[in-house]
């Protein structure tokens, strides 16, 4: 008789509480409960609203039901924002300066838009309302940084250089530099627990940020750079990406990635916003207007017989 072992090659473990981090597929046995386990994937992506203005290259904020993009590509570049209500896009105000391969943190009545445009340091701030200026990157970064964070406390890291700066809500200052400088990369996170991934040249490198220093974490399952980004450092979810194949999606608990359900709509340089078990994903590849809503995530189920 064919026995786990014989078939996957490993071990089931055998545990008296449920494992911290599981990987997708991981199979245990839990003494206390007297159970096979195993860690899935449940979840899906469905359609969403329409951006009014399709394009690539743009920022993300928020959260499923409140989200907000802003910048991006049509071509040429531009500063329209729209607002998400979990349902459909509505114009907001426009950004003081069109530009692509900008970042973009908080929420979205209370967002950061920063790098990228004709000197690459600039920072708006967004009420809910209008963008108003903010303090200058101290770092030109013109090729797409990584950003995360809140409006008061964001992270900007890479974007064509390995410097990392910091956000108190009025300046930016030198944080710690990435061990891989690239552009193209993809934040999630907060200021003092950051995740960045991907970028150019193509790379599946991921790091982590403390606050202080950024140490080497789980690498992407291939090189991806132009994905969309959601969640926390150990709970984020990577979206699509400008690599094939572009409608991959990834899940990261803190220790490595695994394969989550694929976007509807394949796409590179998309943005993204909320969180690893309702994400938000949209524009992208060819200034597309299509937006997606992830529900699920990872999940502990109890295997039976029946």
């Known amino acids: 008789m064919a026995t786990y072992t014989n078939i996957q090659g490993q071990n089931i473990l055998i545990v008296s509480s449920d494992p911290a981090n599981p990987t997708i597929g991981q199979i245990w046995y839990n003494t206390t409960s007297n159970a096979l386990k195993a860690s899935a994937e449940l979840g899906a992506w469905a359609t969403g609203g329409n951006l009014a203005t399709g394009r690539n290259v743009l920022a993300g904020a928020g959260t499923q039901t409140a989200g907000l993009a802003f910048g991006g590509s049509i071509p040429p570049d531009t500063a329209a924002t729209e607002e998400y209500d979990g349902t459909s896009?509505?114009?907001?105000?426009?950004?003081?300066?069109?530009?692509?391969?900008?970042?973009?943190?908080?929420?979205?009545?209370?967002?950061?838009?920063?790098?990228?445009?004709?000197?690459?340091?600039?920072?708006?701030?967004?009420?809910?309302?209008?963008?108003?200026?903010?303090?200058?990157?101290?770092?030109?970064?013109?090729?797409?940084?990584?950003?995360?964070?809140?409006?008061?406390?964001?992270?900007?890291?890479?974007?064509?250089?390995s410097n990392t700066e910091e956000y108190d809500g009025t300046s930016w200052a030198a944080g710690g530099?990435?061990?891989?400088?690239?552009?193209?990369?993809?934040?999630?996170?907060?200021?003092?627990?950051?995740?960045?991934?991907?970028?150019?040249?193509?790379?599946?490198?991921?790091?982590?940020?403390?606050?202080?220093s950024w140490t080497v974490g789980g690498s992407l399952p291939f090189g991806q750079r132009g994905m969309g980004g959601a969640g926390l450092q150990t709970s984020t979810l990577g979206m699509g990406g400008n690599e094939t194949p572009n409608s991959a999606c990834f899940f990261y608990n803190g220790t490595s990635w695994t394969t989550a359900?694929?976007?509807?709509?394949?796409?590179?340089?998309?943005?993204?916003?909320?969180?690893?078990t309702a994400g938000l994903a949209f524009g992208g590849s060819g200034a597309l207007t299509a937006t997606e809503e992830f529900t699920g995530g990872q999940a502990t189920v109890t295997l039976t017989t029946s």
């Open 89 to 161: 896009w509505t114009a907001g105000g426009n950004l003081a300066t069109a530009r692509f391969k900008l970042a973009g943190a908080g929420t979205q009545t209370s967002a950061l838009a920063f790098g990228s445009g004709p000197a690459g340091v600039s920072t708006e701030e967004y009420g809910g309302t209008s963008w108003t200026a903010g303090g200058n990157l101290t770092t030109a970064r013109t090729n797409g940084p990584g950003g995360a964070g809140t409006q008061t406390s964001a992270l900007c890291a890479g974007g064509g250089v």
């Open 261 to 276: 359900a694929s976007l509807t709509t394949g796409r590179g340089y998309l943005a993204g916003a909320g969180t690893q």
């Open 177 to 212: 530099s990435l061990n891989v400088a690239r552009g193209e990369t993809t934040g999630s996170g907060t200021q003092t627990s950051g995740l960045l991934f991907g970028g150019e040249p193509v790379t599946a490198a991921t790091e982590e940020y403390d606050g202080t």
